[in-house]
């Protein structure tokens, strides 16, 4: 009965006392926590199944096989054979993997919960801003991550090719999964240089006509970038993380160029219902003073002044 009380005795503009933040901040980052527990606990049952989604496409391209027709990829050197290392390897692993899956499977909750504690000290078109950015920045996280997860095969044969001939590679099935979660997460990460472009621009940070001014400088560094991040040194795979970038940055500038045009034709029509009109600080002009001379003082305060003076002279 108090909880529901303190719901409906709640600022409609989501002010509140600290110790209300600091208790809504714990409740949502409790959720947070669990959701990810949760996963994670269920990813534990299926991890090799997870493991083998991984690594089956690299093995596909440069594994190690009895069969005759693989003796090619042994003698180029591209023959590879995952292995581990200890015996407490494959619990760690299997930690760490099943945790990898509960934080990406489980980032819409969080983000959920990220954005419900923040959403009620917002205005409505920034709401809407930040509804946009959630549901867009998931998905393009998760294209650049499938991007990751298709240029690996390719990877794998371009940095195995390096081997001499005759030998077989044996890589770490640890060290292979913290190389494809960095390959993830970075591919993931750049993907959302637009997203991050475009809040920018609603923000009033930064104007499509700017950016469009960037395009040469914008181009030359998303190739370097995208040539520093990939480990493998074939433009193939350099290309599959700089071009979709390209892509998205002009599609970006487009949606700025456009919303500038937006908001220089709402300016002209006036202030929205939630938005402060703009206030005239300018002071106004003030009449000169008109000065008083002694003939025009106060009657009451010249008769009160020759009553005192008809007073003394009596006393005298």
């Given at each position: 009965?108090?909880?529901?009380?303190?719901?409906?005795?709640?600022?409609?503009?989501?002010?509140?006392?600290?110790?209300?933040?600091?208790?809504?901040?714990?409740?949502?980052?409790?959720?947070?926590?669990?959701?990810?527990?949760?996963?994670?606990?269920?990813?534990?049952?299926?991890?090799?199944?997870?493991?083998?989604?991984?690594?089956?496409?690299?093995?596909?391209?440069?594994?190690?096989?009895?069969?005759?027709?693989?003796?090619?990829?042994?003698?180029?050197?591209?023959?590879?054979?995952?292995?581990?290392?200890g015996l407490l390897t494959p619990f760690t692993l299997a930690l760490k993997v099943s945790l990898m899956v509960g934080v990406i499977v489980g980032s819409p909750?969080?983000?959920?919960?990220?954005?419900?504690?923040?959403?009620?000290?917002?205005?409505?078109?920034?709401?809407?801003y930040a509804r946009a950015f959630v549901g867009t920045g998931v998905p393009l996280f998760l294209g650049g991550a499938f991007f990751a997860y298709k240029t690996?095969?390719?990877?794998?044969?371009?940095?195995?090719?390096?081997?001499?001939?005759?030998?077989?590679?044996?890589?770490?099935?640890?060290?292979?999964?913290?190389?494809?979660?960095?390959?993830?997460?970075?591919?993931?990460?750049?993907?959302?240089?637009?997203?991050?472009?475009?809040?920018?621009?609603?923000?009033?940070?930064?104007?499509?006509?700017?950016?469009?001014?960037?395009?040469?400088?914008?181009?030359?560094?998303?190739?370097?970038?995208?040539?520093?991040?990939?480990?493998?040194?074939?433009?193939?795979?350099?290309?599959?993380?700089?071009?979709?970038?390209?892509?998205?940055?002009?599609?970006?500038?487009?949606?700025?160029?456009?919303?500038?045009?937006?908001?220089?034709?709402?300016?002209?029509?006036?202030?929205?219902?939630?938005?402060?009109?703009?206030?005239?600080?300018?002071?106004?002009?003030?009449?000169?003073?008109?000065?008083?001379?002694?003939?025009?003082?106060?009657?009451?305060?010249?008769?009160?002044?020759?009553?005192?003076?008809?007073?003394?002279?009596?006393?005298?």
């Amino acid at each position: 009965m108090l909880r529901s009380a303190r719901k409906q005795e709640r600022d409609p503009e989501g002010r509140m006392p600290l110790s209300d933040h600091l208790r809504e901040l714990r409740n949502r980052l409790a959720k947070a926590v669990l959701a990810i527990i949760l996963v994670t606990i269920v990813a534990a049952f299926f991890y090799k199944d997870i493991v083998e989604f991984f690594t089956n496409p690299i093995l596909d391209a440069v594994g190690c096989h009895s069969s005759f027709d693989d003796l090619a990829h042994k003698e180029s050197g591209t023959c590879a054979r995952i292995v581990l290392n200890g015996l407490l390897t494959p619990f760690t692993l299997a930690l760490k993997v099943s945790l990898m899956v509960g934080v990406i499977v489980g980032s819409p909750v969080w983000l959920y919960q990220l954005w419900a504690f923040v959403a009620p000290g917002l205005h409505r078109h920034e709401k809407k801003y930040a509804r946009a950015f959630v549901g867009t920045g998931v998905p393009l996280f998760l294209g650049g991550a499938f991007f990751a997860y298709k240029t690996l095969p390719t990877m794998a044969t371009v940095l195995l090719g390096f081997s001499p001939g005759g030998l077989d590679n044996l890589l770490p099935l640890d060290e292979l999964i913290d190389l494809i979660t960095r390959m993830v997460v970075i591919f993931g990460l750049s993907f959302e240089l637009p997203l991050l472009l475009v809040m920018l621009n609603l923000t009033g940070v930064l104007t499509g006509r700017r950016m469009l001014g960037w395009w040469r400088a914008m181009i030359m560094g998303i190739t370097v970038f995208a040539a520093v991040a990939t480990p493998s040194t074939d433009p193939l795979t350099m290309l599959a993380l700089a071009g979709p970038i390209w892509v998205l940055y002009f599609a970006a500038t487009v949606f700025s160029i456009l919303n500038d045009r937006r908001k220089a034709r709402l300016e002209e029509a006036g202030p929205g219902d939630d938005e402060a009109s703009d206030l005239d600080l300018t002071p106004d002009s003030v009449d000169d003073a008109e000065p008083v001379s002694a003939s025009r003082a106060l009657p009451e305060q010249a008769s009160g002044d020759q009553d005192r003076i008809n007073g003394y002279d009596d006393v005298t």
